[in-house]
């Protein structure tokens, strides 16, 4: 296939034609696996606040009533709920710990919480309760929140 120096635009139907039959069916498979994932990376995602992974986040501030349905799993440790991309845990009975829900690794909106500590579930970057990275594709750890509890009320704020 010739290209020119021009800056051509072609559509999806053009592009798929230009990889002929076998290249649109392998696009075709690729496609549909990735459609598949449980996780999304979605683009233009950034933890509710512009700071490098790893360091406290600012312009966060929201309360949750531990008396509502929707964060009665924070009653128990190791409980968690999710509240605006932040992941909530309550560690023991006193402590409670909040990170962002986006992966430092390639920004995927993937972080749990299980066995103590926090995951992606696209590409198996782990962290400590604490945020910090604990492998290759942790390195650069989680954007955590501060957190305290007053009564059932907790705030989660930077």
């Given at each position: 296939?010739?290209?020119?120096?021009?800056?051509?635009?072609?559509?999806?139907?053009?592009?798929?034609?230009?990889?002929?039959?076998?290249?649109?069916?392998?696009?075709?498979?690729?496609?549909?696996?990735?459609?598949?994932?449980?996780?999304?990376?979605?683009?233009?995602?950034?933890?509710?606040?512009?700071?490098?992974?790893?360091?406290?986040?600012?312009?966060?501030?929201?309360?949750?009533?531990?008396?509502?349905?929707?964060?009665?799993?924070?009653?128990?440790?190791?409980?968690?709920?999710?509240?605006?991309?932040?992941?909530v845990v309550r560690v023991n009975s006193t402590t409670f710990s909040a990170v962002t829900q986006v992966c430092s690794h390639e920004g995927n909106v993937a972080i749990s919480y299980a066995n103590g500590g926090f995951n992606c579930s696209v590409h198996g970057a782990m962290y400590d309760i604490n945020g910090k990275g604990l492998n290759a594709e942790g390195a650069r750890g989680l954007t955590t929140y501060k957190t305290a509890l007053t009564g059932t009320n907790l705030r989660v704020f930077s």
């Open positions: 296939m010739f290209y020119n120096s021009m800056k051509t635009n072609l559509n999806r139907n053009e592009f798929l034609k230009s990889l002929g039959f076998k290249g649109a069916s392998l696009m075709a498979v690729y496609c549909a696996a990735s459609g598949l994932s449980s996780c999304s990376k979605e683009e233009n995602v950034t933890p509710s606040s512009n700071v490098k992974p790893g360091t406290p986040a600012t312009g966060v501030d929201f309360t949750l009533d531990l008396t509502k349905t929707d964060y009665s799993k924070l009653n128990s440790p190791d409980g968690f709920v999710i509240v605006n991309q932040i992941v």
